[in-house]
Each structure stands twice: as C-alpha cells, then as structure tokens.
T-cell receptor, first 112, second 113 residues
Framework: DADVTQTPRNRITKTGKRIMLECSQTKGHDRMYWYRQDPGLGLRLIYYSFDVKDINKGEISDGYSVSRQAQAKFSLSLESAIPNQTALYFC???????????FGAGTRLSVL | AQSVTQPDIHITVSEGASLELRCNYSYGATPYLFWYVQSPGQGLQLLLKYFSGDTLVQGIKGFEAEFKRSQSSFNLRKPSVHWSDAAEYFCAVGSNTGNQFYFGTGTSLTVIP
C-alpha cells in the first residue's frame, strides 16, 4: 500500500459544484500539504498543516479550504468549483517543514 | 523573497549521453535544497537533498548534484542517461525559518535512442 493515498484519482465536475479531495498517510508525519500542478507553473502550495490544530494558507489558497480530521487525514475542498481550478492536485507529508516530502499519486480534476 | 529558477523548460538528450539540469535559487541564508523526479502519471519522488556538509551529494538512480553557494546553484547531473530517466524534474528549496518551501517550474527530459 502507498504511504500517501489520494482519492479520487480522477474527477470531472461542473462549475459551481462542491468538491472534496481526500488524502491519507501512513508515514506518521505531523506535516501535510496540498499542492496544485499546472503546466509551466510547477507545484504551488495551497495549504499546509503542522498538526491537527495548525493549518496555514499557502501561496494560492483563495477558492480552497482544508480540514485536518486526524494526524493521518487532510482533505482539500473546493466550495464552488470554477474552470481555472482544473489541475493536478497533490498531497504530501513530511516529518518537519523543510524535510523530504512524500507525495501521493495525485488527483486530476477537471471543472467544466 | 525566496524563489527557484529552472531555466530549461525542456531538454532532449541521447541515451548514454551526460546530463546536467540547472537550478538557481534566491535565498539569503543557506537553504535546504532538493531534486525531485516525476514520472508520467506519478507523484514526485525525491532524488537527492542537500542540507549541509559536503557540497556534492549523491542520490538515487545514479544522479548527483552540487551546491555552489557563490553561484546560488544546485545543478543535477548524471554521467550516462538511460531511457527510463525520461521524466519531469523539479528543483525545490526550503527553510525552517519562516516555513518557506518552493518548487521550480520543472524541466522535462526526453531521452532519444
């Protein structure tokens, strides 16, 4: 089993719909991250969490929200999806902030 | 502000040829530096990292990188490329000070027979 699991792997939705992307990890790490990847832009940090009670905005948090349900679970929500949120989304974990990050396989989201 | 620049969007090399992927960073203190690889349809995997000490670091799959403070660079090298090395490569820089972590925009590597 993968250390970092993202569900779903692919999702197509319509503008205005609420979407939740889920991430779970078995690494035992306190720190978890959500990134989006767009061609030519690399990975940009959306939100990060140091523990269940500590959640922080990243570079591009507008239009997104997160929930850290447990040490092992970190969900990303799009309250009202829009087409420019079409991207590849990655969850990652690390033992401390600037340490090696372990990535899930990604969720490809298309907003029509 | 901290940033990471990968000047080459796409590189094509012949199998067996040497490879160098460039990475430049902008940061006041000594950063933590990483190279990750992303194969098609996969998440990112760490190739190597530099935190301190020897400026030439060895990674997996025969890759190495050299930290050059004077040039603010952390270039990735491999002496002989294999077809399986075709992927997207990302340089990243992080620091515990201010909790900053940034990825470069990536370099796509094509390997031709």
């Amino acid at each position: 089993d993968a250390d970092v699991t993202q569900t779903p792997r692919n999702r197509i939705t319509k503008t205005g719909k609420r979407i939740m992307l889920e991430c779970s990890q078995t690494k035992g790490h306190d720190r978890m991250y959500w990134y989006r990847q767009d061609p030519g832009l690399g990975l940009r940090l959306i939100y990060y969490s140091f523990d269940v009670k500590d959640i922080n905005k990243g570079e591009i948090s507008d239009g997104y929200s997160v929930s850290r349900q447990a040490q092992a679970k970190f969900s990303l929500s799009l309250e009202s999806a829009i087409p420019n949120q079409t991207a590849l989304y990655f969850c990652a974990t690390s033992d401390w902030f600037a340490d090696i990050q372990y990535f899930g396989a990604g969720t490809r989201l298309s907003v029509l | 502000a901290q940033s990471v620049t990968q000047p080459d969007i796409h590189i094509t090399v012949s199998e067996g040829a040497s490879l160098e992927l460039r990475c430049n960073y902008s940061y006041g203190a000594t950063p933590y530096l990483f190279w990750y690889v992303q194969s098609p349809g996969q998440g990112l995997q760490l190739l190597l990292k530099y935190f301190s000490g020897d400026t030439l670091v060895q990674g997996i799959k025969g890759f190495e990188a050299e930290f050059k403070r004077s040039q603010s660079s952390f270039n990735l090298r491999k002496p002989s490329v294999h077809w399986s090395d075709a992927a997207e490569y990302f340089c990243a820089v992080g620091s515990n000070t201010g909790n900053q972590f940034y990825f470069g925009t990536g370099t796509s590597l094509t390997v031709i027979p």
